[in-house]
């Protein structure tokens, strides 16, 4: 293979026809995108607003963390609970199984369809 | 390709004349077709390609800034629909080191051969890292033009030297194991 080769092969490559149809369907799913309605543009003036004061809130509620962080040491603040039994930790357990169980029921219900 | 007609008619869409694409559809539907073609080499995928390259152009004619030739930009566009189509669903090719096939003993006039070849060039450069076929491809689809290369994958021109450099050398390293020694020589 020389110099030229590959110029050869990928330049002089067979011209590829599109299909008989293939302008009709271009220009159908033109026409179908032309009647589509824009989509609706996201309410930023709407939104802007919220988002500012959540992000003050945010900055206010860390500068206070971290302040009460600063007076108060972390051991202070969190207190893990510690485990006192073992049949404490049964019935935490058996509460869950109960509450999923409602759950779980209350949505059959809920998704039942009517007669 | 009257680059008068395709300004008339791309005013004609955005005065609210949907036929008036037609007209660019017509121009332009060869050359979508064969570059996207050139992407995957599968001809339903290339149209379903150029379609949806149709479909990006229409719907951003107004983006269309005039400062360029339309069909710069709407090579550019193409471009950009075809490379991220392969992303979004890559093409089954080989590896560079698995596309070399085995030469066919029939051959006597080296007519076999040479389709043989051509064929594994052609699926070596699809196998290639995507910035490197993609400077390929469309430097050759632009007839060896470095300028239209840039212009298509929004890039440096002396970038696009680098990426071709670098990619027939890859290629030269791949295809001489297999098919004996190569020299591709810059043509830029």
């Known amino acids: ?115 | 390709m009257d680059a008068a007609e395709d300004e008339a008619a791309v005013e004609r869409v955005l005065a609210g004349d949907t036929s008036g694409f037609e007209g660019i559809v017509d121009r332009w539907q060869g050359p979508l077709v064969n570059l996207a073609y050139r992407f995957c080499r599968d001809h339903g995928r290339a149209e379903e390609m150029a379609q949806e390259a149709f479909l990006r152009a229409y719907r951003s004619l107004d983006g269309w800034r005039r400062e360029a030739a339309f069909s710069t930009w709407l090579f550019a566009l193409a471009t950009n629909v075809y490379r991220s189509e392969l992303r979004r669903i890559p093409l089954r090719t080989l590896s560079l080191d698995e596309i070399a096939e085995p030469r066919d003993e029939r051959a006597t006039d080296g007519g076999f051969e040479d389709k043989d070849r051509d064929r594994s060039v052609r699926r070596a450069v699809l196998a290639l890292p995507a910035k490197y076929r993609d400077a390929l491809i469309l430097f050759y689809f632009h007839d060896m033009d470095v300028g239209s290369t840039a212009r298509s994958l929004a890039l440096p021109e002396g970038t696009v030297k680098a990426r071709l450099s670098r990619g027939r050398k890859i290629l030269s390293k791949k295809l001489s194991q297999r098919l004996g020694p190569v020299r591709l020589g810059e043509e830029f």
């Open chain 1, 1 to 115: 293979m020389g110099d030229d080769d590959l110029a050869r092969i990928l330049s002089n490559e067979q011209w590829v026809i599109p299909s008989a149809g293939f302008a009709i369907a271009v220009m159908d799913a033109v026409r179908r995108d032309s009647t589509v309605p824009p989509p609706i543009p996201f309410p930023w003036k709407r939104i802007l607003p919220m988002a500012l004061v959540a992000m003050f809130i945010l900055v206010a509620l860390s500068i206070a963390g971290i302040t009460l962080l600063i007076e108060y040491p972390l051991s202070q603040l969190i207190q893990w609970p510690k485990p006192r039994n073992a049949v404490g930790a049964a019935w935490i357990a058996l509460s869950l199984v109960v509450t999923s169980l409602a759950v779980r029921l209350s949505m059959r219900f809920a998704c039942r369809k009517p007669y």
